[in-house]
């Protein structure tokens, strides 16, 4: 079964404006990780923020927020103030408690235009 | 900074030839893991090692094996490459211990071209 949920198709950002990338998740472990990465077009895989499920404040790290809702078992990205840079394929994560293992989405593709 | 650093950025392979995809972190890491991207399908997890010369399959581990003899590398092999394996191979590396959440580091990446 999959875990982790991607389903938006391929999104077109106004430079400067936010954007929201959609994850639900999946799993019966009360402790788990939630991560979001970013591959833009070079390849390189760039972690950009991690959730816990134990946390009571939703992840920050500059321009990209963790909405993080548990009941409703979602971890949705905000990138804030998109900019150009930004272009490139997001990635959603999840990592359960005793497990070495990421479970990984399928990726949501965000293009940022001028 | 970790640095996670793959042999090869671009890979043309015949159908039949034996492969060897090598991957080195420089973090003194206990967990490594192997990937493969396709379009449409993220990152499925090839294999993965948790300590030298230790190693659990992935979702996706026939057609490969791999080998760990040291604790920063970590080579991924096909032994008879395949078209079907024509596709972006992504190396990670990770601290391990009770503390557990910490994130993967990937390397550049692997693009592998079977003809």
């Known amino acids: 079964a999959q875990k982790i949920t991607q389903t938006q198709p391929g999104m077109f950002v106004q430079e400067k404006e936010a954007v929201t990338l959609d994850c639900t998740y999946d799993t019966s472990d009360p402790s788990y990780g939630l991560f979001w990465y970013k591959q833009p077009s070079s390849g390189e895989m760039i972690f950009l923020i991690y959730?816990?499920?134990?946390?009571?404040q939703n992840a920050t790290e500059g321009r990209y927020s963790l909405n993080f809702q548990k009941a409703r078992k979602s971890a949705n990205l905000v990138i804030s103030a998109s900019q150009l840079g930004d272009s490139a394929m997001y990635f959603c994560?999840?990592?359960?408690?005793?497990?070495?293992?990421?479970?990984f989405g399928k990726g949501n593709q965000v293009v940022v235009i001028p | 900074d970790v640095k996670v650093t793959q042999s090869s950025r671009y890979l043309v392979k015949r159908t039949g030839e034996k492969v060897f995809l090598e991957c080195v972190q420089d973090?003194?890491?206990?967990?490594m893991f192997w990937y493969r991207q396709d379009p449409g399908l993220g990152l499925r997890l090839i294999y993965f090692s948790y300590d030298v010369k230790m190693k659990e399959k992935g979702d996706i581990p026939e057609g490969y094996s791999v080998s760990r003899e040291k604790k920063e590398r970590f080579s991924l092999i096909l032994e008879s490459a395949s078209t079907n394996q024509t596709s972006m191979y992504l190396c990670a590396s990770s601290g391990g211990g009770l503390a557990g959440w910490n994130e993967q580091f990937f390397g550049p990446g692997t693009r592998l071209t079977v003809l």
């Open positions: 973090m003194d890491h206990e967990n």
């Open positions: 994560a999840m990592r359960e408690v005793g497990n070495n293992r990421l479970a």
């Open positions: 959730q816990g499920s134990y946390d009571q």
